[in-house]
């Protein structure tokens, strides 16, 4: 491939990720105003999520499943279809039951975009220039969300539908559909990993294994707080989806330069920090009012940008034999796992609510407590990250030495 190509399907790769944010921030913003159209509960809204991370794992296994025999182009195409769709039917829904189906396409979609984009990128470049891509592709992640987020806040204050937000997510699809047209694929670079018979003999470790448990809690720990933002936060005293562009620009800056840490941490080093660092994070949020809440966000922002990224590259560096079947296996670990957890959250904040109304609060003081009740709760899954990582670090140290000494 020519460095014209190369730049081509990089770039292509970030709007495809930018419209996975937008579908994110933009729904996660007109949350609220879908629940009060449709008469629909906290738990409703959150099995409507559950389809946004549902799609994914699903489409993520058969991305990776058939990575090698259909290739990321026809992957991408695809997703390209699913997108459009969902977009479309959220708009002329109608109802719960329409939401469901288009949050799904959507999802599926999302999906589709981490099965081939990170196998992509992963055999375009290696060593520390692929773990800085990796990075930076993953950045546009909270970018997007950030000009979602602060997209849909503008279109809210003008009074503007939520279905002309919607139309929003259009445009990075488009974009990136066009990047991508014509252009020439890269083939895995490691021929072993084109055999599914390998990639699944690879899976079968301990190791890997271990990952997808730490990648169930590591995306929960990161996607629970952030796509409850508005209905948790919304009474707190701080604009919460200025909170959730505030978590997810720092998110950006530091998956920018996130290729240097794990050259100088490793990827296991950088992990235990971050679990460090997210759960005093949510720690905060579930204490704080007013302007410590933006104080919150920067601390999990910090601890949560290099989750994903790090967990796919993880994989990629530790375990290349997995191949693309690897990477997509383990994001798909960690959307099945939020995906499970939605409509568990929406349920958290509904009983809050009533414990706290039972407590003789009322408006804005009883959705504040239950807000802070239901991230007190969230507190855990960064908690029990802490003591695996900690694990995780001596398991890949014990590993370097062994294969050193050999």
């Known amino acids: 491939m020519n460095q014209q190509n190369q730049n081509r399907l990089f770039y292509g790769s970030c709007f495809a ?25 906290a738990k409703q809204l ?102 979602g987020s602060l997209i849909s806040l503008l279109m809210t204050k003008l009074n503007l539908g939520w279905e002309a937000q919607i139309w929003i997510i259009l445009l990075p699809t488009i974009i990136y559909a066009y990047l991508f047209y014509g252009q020439k694929f890269p083939v895995p670079k490691n021929l072993e990993t084109k055999s599914l018979k390998t990639n699944l003999s690879a899976i079968r470790s301990p190791l890997f294994l271990f990952i997808c448990l730490c990648m169930t809690l590591t995306a929960i720990s990161e996607f629970g707080p952030t796509q409850w ?53 949510i720690f905060l949020f579930s204490i704080s009012a007013g302007p410590m809440a933006y104080v919150a966000a920067i601390c999990f922002a910090l601890g949560v940008c290099y989750f994903w990224p790090n967990m796919i590259g993880l994989v990629a560096e530790k375990i290349p034999l997995s191949g693309a079947f690897g990477m997509s296996i383990v994001g ?26 039972s407590m003789g609060l009322s408006g804005d003081a009883m959705e504040l407590a239950a807000g802070q009740a239901t991230l007190q709760k969230m507190i855990s899954f960064p908690g029990i990250l802490i003591v695996l990582f900690i694990v995780l670090f001596f398991w890949v140290k014990k590993i370097k030495s062994e294969t050193q000494q050999a």
């Open 17 to 41: 990720l930018i419209t996975t944010a937008f579908s994110f921030s933009i729904r996660a913003g007109v949350l609220p105003q879908l629940g009060e159209t449709f008469e629909l509960s």
């Open 332 to 357: 798909a670990f960690g959307m099945f796992s939020t995906s499970i957890f939605q409509p568990i959250i929406g349920n958290w904040i509904d009983k809050a609510g009533e414990k706290a109304a």
């Open 229 to 281: 933002a508005q209905l948790i936060l919304s009474k707190s005293g701080a604009e919460p989806m200025v909170i959730l562009a505030l978590i997810t620009g720092v998110m950006a800056i530091g998956r920018y330069f996130g290729g240097d840490f794990v050259h100088k941490f490793d990827q296991t080093g950088v992990l235990l920090g971050s679990s460090i660092l997210t759960t005093i994070g």
């Open 46 to 147: 959150g099995f409507i999520n559950q389809m946004w991370f549902l799609g994914f794992p699903i489409s993520m296994v058969l991305g990776g499943i058939f990575y090698n025999a259909i290739g990321p182009k026809k992957i991408m195409q695809f997703a390209f279809l699913t997108h459009t769709l969902g977009i479309l039917l959220t708009i002329y829904s109608g109802g719960y039951v329409g939401l469901l189906i288009s949050t799904l396409l959507i999802g599926i979609g999302n999906g589709c975009t981490e099965a081939a984009c990170n196998p992509m990128i992963a055999d375009s470049y290696s060593g520390k220039t692929m773990n800085t891509l990796l990075n930076r592709f993953h950045m546009w992640f909270p970018g997007g969300i950030v000009l």
